[in-house]
């Protein structure tokens, strides 16, 4: 996912929103904030979920490595757009070009795993929705936990990143890869609800935000088809 293509860059990015300097009256309460960021998470993954009853599998229509190319170009480009904006507007245009190509990959490993009302799909949604929530609430109980767990998770995206490389060439190296992964993306949907908090609130940032946390959910409900989709077979 684009996530892990972009690990250094968005790092970076999350520094500069931290002390950046912000005109007074661009600061929204930060409840509203909150609500904002937490709508347009839920809004890109309602676009998931659209795209997953009306669209097919896609590698049936293009060849997919040609695919995986312009979803990574475009993925890539909508999260520069948005990370790079201070433009609330911009920024939401930047997620959508994020939203969109993610949902197509989404749409189309569910059809492979069996289609929306395959069991194997919806142990992964709930599973999804039920860590979502702990780690959402493990971040505002434990704050001090996730303070400094950004720098390990980064390390970690970037070794799952070369793991993921290396286990093309070794056979059953991706179970064990989807499941650490799971782990990553299950820390840093806590960590960026974390995160989020110590930015100031800005429409900008509640977007920016929504984008990490949306790329978090996304890559742990992908991991988690691929860990339920193994545990189906072997039954």
């Known amino acids: 996912m684009a996530r892990e293509k972009s690990a250094g860059f968005l790092e970076s990015r999350k520094l500069e929103r931290l002390y950046a300097d912000y005109d007074l009256n661009d600061v929204i309460d930060r409840q509203k904030y909150n609500m904002i960021m937490g709508g347009i998470v839920i809004y890109g993954l309602v676009v998931n979920l659209i795209l997953c009853k009306t669209v097919p599998n896609v590698y049936e229509y293009i060849n997919p490595i040609i695919f995986f190319i312009l979803y990574i170009a475009l993925a ?107 782990l990553i993306f299950s820390l840093y949907i806590g960590y960026d609800f974390y995160r989020a908090q110590q930015y100031t609130p800005t429409l900008d940032n509640a977007v920016d935000c929504a984008l990490d946390i949306y790329l978090d959910i996304i890559n742990l409900f992908l991991r988690l088809l691929q860990i339920f989709g193994r545990r189906s077979s072997r039954d």
């Open 76 to 182: 890539l480009a909508g999260t520069l757009i948005s990370a790079r904006s201070g433009n609330p507007i911009v920024s939401f245009i930047g997620y959508n070009m994020v939203v969109v190509p993610s949902g197509l990959v989404v749409s189309t490993a569910v059809q492979i795993y069996g289609g929306m009302d395959s069991e194997i799909v919806s142990q992964a949604f709930l599973y999804t929705v039920c860590i979502t929530g702990i780690m959402i609430a493990a971040s505002m109980l434990w704050p001090s936990v996730f303070e400094t767990m950004g720098r390990y998770l980064f390390f970690g995206l970037i070794a799952l990143l070369i793991g993921s490389v290396i286990g093309l060439f070794f056979s059953g190296g991706f179970n064990a890869l989807s499941w650490i992964g799971a």
